[in-house]
Each structure stands twice: as C-alpha cells, then as structure tokens.
C-alpha cells in the first residue's frame, strides 16, 4: 500500500526568504503522481503544483518549486520569497495512475510565515 | 480548472440527525470523489460517486452511513446520517480533471455535531 509521511509538523519563515517542506512516500508502483496543496485558514484545498513521476524534469509554478527524487522516493517543496499568504497547512499527496482516482495524503505541515 | 460550490459551508446538527452536503461543479466531470477531514487531521477519502451506480466506498465508510447520490456528471450529494460527535469534521468534495489525473477541491462543508 501507498504511503506519504510529512515529518516537518510545523515550520516558520521570515518574509521574502525561503523555505523547504519535506515529504516522502512509499510505493512499489512506477507510475504516478505527486502534488503539493495548501490549505489556508478558510479550509478551501488548492492545488499548488503537480509532478508526473515519469518526468525527470522538476516542476515549478512561479514562486513553488519541487525536488522530485524519484529513486528516494522524495518530494519536496520549495517556496521562494514566501509570502504572509503562504501561511497555511501544505499537504502532500500521491496518486497512482492507474488508481481510480483515489488521492493519499501526508499528515500536513503547517507553514507560518513571519513578518 | 473548474469551480465546485458546496452547500452548506458550515451546519451545527443534533446527535442523531442527518444531514445532506451538496456538491455542484460547474462543467461536466467524470470522478467526483468525497473526503472527510477530521479536527487537526489529514483528509481521507470516504467514497467515489460514480454516475449512474453505486458509489465506491472506501474501507472503513458504509454507505448505510454516508449515502451518495449522484444524479448527473455536475451534481451530487453525500448525506451523513444518524450523526454522533465523532462525525464532526469538514467534508469536502473533489472532481477528476486532466483525464482523472489531478484533483480540484470545493470550499468545505464544516460540520459540528452536538
């Protein structure tokens, strides 16, 4: 069975610097997904970006970026210039592609960033 | 992406009340999926809608409890009977976009029971 662990409950960040967000996940499958959502205080789940496991190629969403390491079955999440909005709860989650559509997520790490 | 609505936002309910959390997207999706976010926890998939049939549950969700309809490829509902304190939670409806490969979120449902 697929598993996501998100070691980093909580992490702090002062204003325009950068911070990291770790996750790892085990699954014996070669074919997935991985994402990064936030989750502000109003609840709503955003999508903050998407890495399809078959590419080697790291994503990035203007200021998010991952470290996708396939082999460790690592994906971390890096916000640059962190904002007073990127404080939120960020989970991380796995899809397996051939699943139908059942999202597994990590235990969340609450993000606060400091002015 | 798309824009998914959910009604209510937020209920306080009676133990041993039901009551019916509405999802409505604003095109026509596939997968439609439905997970409970308990106090301070992460989400768990509770079933996936399926159009036309049965819902697909998820071990420890029986559809005795957590009944689903959904009627159309835009619309369903997830109903939470015979509530208990334990129910209280946020429940949030997810669609299957991107050919089922990435998941959009509605607003949340957050539910108290007393």
């Known amino acids: 069975a697929q598993t996501v662990t998100q070691s980093q409950p909580e992490m702090s960040v002062q204003e325009a610097e950068t911070v990291t967000l770790s996750c790892t996940y085990d699954?014996?499958?070669?074919?997935?997904?991985l994402f990064w959502y936030k989750q502000p205080p109003s609840r709503q789940m955003i999508l903050v970006i998407r890495q399809e496991a078959y590419k080697q190629q790291n994503a990035t969403e203007n200021r998010f970026s991952v470290n996708f390491q396939k082999a460790a079955k690592s994906f971390s999440l890096k916000i640059s210039d962190s904002q007073l909005g990127d404080t939120a709860m960020y989970f991380c989650a796995f899809l397996f592609s051939g699943n139908t559509g059942k999202l597994i997520f990590g235990q969340g790490t609450t993000l606060q960033v400091k002015p | 992406s798309a824009v998914i609505s959910q009604k209510p936002s937020r209920d306080i309910c009676q133990r041993g009340t039901s009551l019916t959390i509405q999802c409505q997207v604003d095109s026509q999706v596939t997968m439609m999926f439905w997970y409970r976010q308990q106090p301070g926890q992460s989400l768990t998939l509770i079933a996936t809608a399926n159009q036309g049939s049965e819902a697909t549950y998820e071990s420890g969700f029986v559809i005795d409890k957590f009944p689903i309809s959904r009627p159309n490829l835009t619309f369903s509902t997830l109903t939470v009977s015979n509530m208990s304190p334990e129910d209280s939670s946020i429940y949030l409806c997810?669609?299957?976009?991107?050919?089922?490969?990435?998941?959009?979120f509605g607003p949340g449902t957050r539910l108290t029971v007393l």
């Open positions: 997810s669609v299957g976009l991107a050919g089922g490969d990435t998941q959009y």
């Open positions: 699954t014996s499958e070669n074919n997935y997904y």
